[in-house]
Structures are given as structure tokens and as C-alpha cells.
């Protein structure tokens, strides 16, 4: 009988150890669960809070004019950062990006074709052409980037071949800088304007496109095509005249309504 107590004892005792063993595991990997819980509760707070800054300065940018989100930057250039993160952040759900487009365009056309960027963010197309490129941006991260108020940039007169807006229009004095590229473009340099597609949806509060167009025109450009196809952006491709009308007739600009986000 002794024996048999025994023998019982002995496979009590390694049950017994690993009911002890399981416990331990069940409650470190309960304290890693809540670990990762909070962690993952914090990851989502930081976005959020990330992503309504980023919805409050780009309102800002697309409601004061150029030389206001100049100073606006100026005064804190941190948050130029945090809006290019959560644009960064946005342009990732887009299933084609318009600087991609741009990029082929001009891969397509001559290397020698000097190009202006306004508005240029991380210069994107600059690194990916083999062309001169003039990148402009209200901050610069990079040494190739001239900070500048995009209607008032440092070129000189028609020295530029390609004029390019990639969602750039954004102030509220957004002909200012169409007037400033027509000042820098040379006679039939391009005009290259990507932009969101709902800004050109008069349904929904956009302007109307072929006013919008003809303002340009009146400026002193031909548009040569336009393309509509993607649902996410619209691309207009102009070309400013050879010979310029010295006396130009005022233009009515029509709104460009602001590109707000909401918030995911």
C-alpha cells in the first residue's frame, strides 16, 4: 500500500507542476495582452489626435492666401511636418497619385525641359526626373527646396519650360500663383494642374470646369486636353500662347472650394 501511496504521490507531483506552470503562463501572457491593449489603445489615440491636426492645418492652408500660410509656418515649422504626415497619411488610400502621372509626362518629353514645382511638398517629382526642376514649398526639409510664397517665387521671367501644380491650389488666392507661373513659363512653355476631382463638381459646391479653364486661358494659355478619368484627381494640361495680348482684360476667377478631409 505504501508503495502504491507513493507511486500516486509521484504523478500527483509533475500535475501538480505544470498546473503551476500554466498559471504563471496564463497570467504573463494576460499582462502582454493587457500590454498590448493599452499600447494599441495609445497607437490609436496618437493617430487620431495626429490626424485632427493635420485636418486643422490643412483648412487653414486652403482658407488664408499664400503669404499668411508663410507665416503660418514661419511662426512654427513643425507643423508643416504634421500636415505632410497626414497628407502622406491620405494620398495612401488613393488607388493612382497624380505625381506619379506628372512624373511619366515629363519621362515622355525632353530631359532638357526645365521644370517649376510649386508647391513641391517632399519633391518627389525632382528626385524621380532627370530634368532641371525649381522645387517650391512654404518649408523646406530638403536643401533642394526654395521656401517661398508661390505667387512671388525667384526665377526670372519666361526662363521655365513646365509649369506644375500638383494639389497645390491651395490658398485662397490660388490665381496669384497661375499669374506667377504665366510670369516664369516661357512662350508655349506647359502648364501642368492636377487637383481633386470634387473641387470641379459644381453639384456638390465645386467650380464649374470649363469656367474654370477659361479663366486660365484668358490669362494668356490654350488648353490642349483635360483628363477626367480618375475619380480621385482631374488633370489639365495648358500651354501658354506664343504671342501675348499686352492688354489683359480682367478675369473672373471662379472658387475653388476648399479640400476638407473627414475625419476615418
Given at each position: 500500500?505504501?508503495?502504491?501511496?507513493?507511486?500516486?504521490?509521484?504523478?500527483?507531483?509533475?500535475?501538480?507542476?505544470?498546473?503551476?506552470?500554466?498559471?504563471?503562463?496564463?497570467?504573463?501572457?494576460?499582462?502582454?495582452?493587457?500590454?498590448?491593449?493599452?499600447?494599441?489603445?495609445?497607437?490609436k489615440?496618437?493617430a487620431r489626435l495626429?490626424?485632427?491636426?493635420?485636418?486643422m492645418?490643412?483648412?487653414?492652408?486652403?482658407t488664408?492666401?499664400?503669404?499668411?500660410?508663410?507665416?503660418y509656418?514661419?511662426?512654427?515649422p513643425?507643423l508643416?511636418?504634421?500636415?505632410?504626415?497626414?497628407y502622406?497619411?491620405q494620398?495612401?488610400h488613393?488607388?493612382?497619385?497624380?505625381?506619379?502621372?506628372?512624373?511619366?509626362?515629363?519621362?515622355?518629353?525632353?530631359?532638357?525641359?526645365?521644370v517649376?514645382?510649386?508647391?513641391?511638398g517632399?519633391?518627389?517629382?525632382a528626385?524621380?526626373?532627370?530634368?532641371?526642376?525649381?522645387?517650391?514649398?512654404?518649408?523646406?526639409?530638403?536643401?533642394?527646396?526654395?521656401?517661398?510664397?508661390?505667387?512671388n517665387?525667384p526665377?526670372?521671367s519666361s526662363?521655365?519650360?513646365?509649369?506644375?501644380?500638383?494639389?497645390?491650389?491651395m490658398?485662397?488666392n490660388f490665381?496669384?500663383?497661375l499669374?506667377?507661373?504665366?510670369r516664369?513659363?516661357?512662350?508655349?512653355?506647359?502648364l501642368l494642374i492636377?487637383?481633386?476631382?470634387?473641387?470641379?463638381?459644381?453639384?456638390?459646391g465645386?467650380?464649374?470646369?470649363n469656367?474654370?479653364?477659361?479663366?486660365?486661358?484668358k490669362l494668356g494659355?490654350?488648353?490642349?486636353?483635360?483628363?477626367?478619368?480618375?475619380?480621385?484627381?482631374?488633370?489639365?494640361?495648358?500651354?501658354?500662347?506664343?504671342?501675348?495680348n499686352?492688354?489683359v482684360k480682367?478675369?473672373?476667377w471662379?472658387?475653388?472650394k476648399?479640400?476638407?478631409?473627414?475625419?476615418?
Open positions: 500500500m505504501e508503495a502504491k501511496k507513493g507511486i500516486n504521490r509521484k504523478r500527483r507531483t509533475p500535475h501538480h507542476g505544470e498546473s503551476q506552470t500554466k498559471k504563471k503562463r496564463r497570467k504573463l501572457e494576460e499582462v502582454d495582452g493587457k500590454s498590448k491593449s493599452s499600447s494599441s489603445f495609445l497607437d489615440m496618437r495626429s490626424g485632427g491636426h493635420f485636418r492645418i490643412n483648412e487653414k492652408l486652403y488664408c492666401t499664400g503669404s499668411e500660410a508663410l507665416s509656418f514661419e511662426e512654427d513643425s508643416f511636418n504634421v500636415y505632410h504626415t497626414g502622406q497619411e494620398m495612401s488613393w488607388p493612382q497619385q497624380p505625381v506619379n502621372i506628372i512624373i511619366k509626362w515629363l519621362k515622355d518629353h525632353s530631359p532638357s525641359l526645365i517649376a514645382d510649386f508647391g513641391c517632399d519633391a518627389c517629382l528626385r524621380n526626373v532627370k530634368n532641371k526642376v525649381f522645387s517650391f514649398d512654404l518649408v523646406s526639409n530638403d536643401p533642394s527646396v526654395i521656401v517661398c510664397d508661390m505667387s517665387t526665377l526670372k526662363s521655365i519650360d513646365v509649369a506644375v501644380f500638383c494639389l497645390s491650389l490658398g485662397t490665381s496669384s500663383y499669374q506667377e507661373a504665366h516664369v513659363l516661357k512662350p508655349c512653355g506647359w492636377a487637383e481633386v476631382k470634387s473641387r470641379f463638381d459644381p453639384n456638390t465645386g467650380a464649374e470646369p469656367k474654370f479653364s477659361k479663366a486660365i486661358c494659355f490654350t488648353l490642349e486636353s483635360k483628363d477626367f478619368s480618375n475619380k480621385m484627381f482631374v488633370l489639365l494640361y495648358f500651354k501658354k500662347k506664343e504671342k501675348q499686352s492688354k480682367e478675369i473672373d471662379p472658387e475653388l476648399p479640400c476638407l478631409y473627414k475625419r476615418r
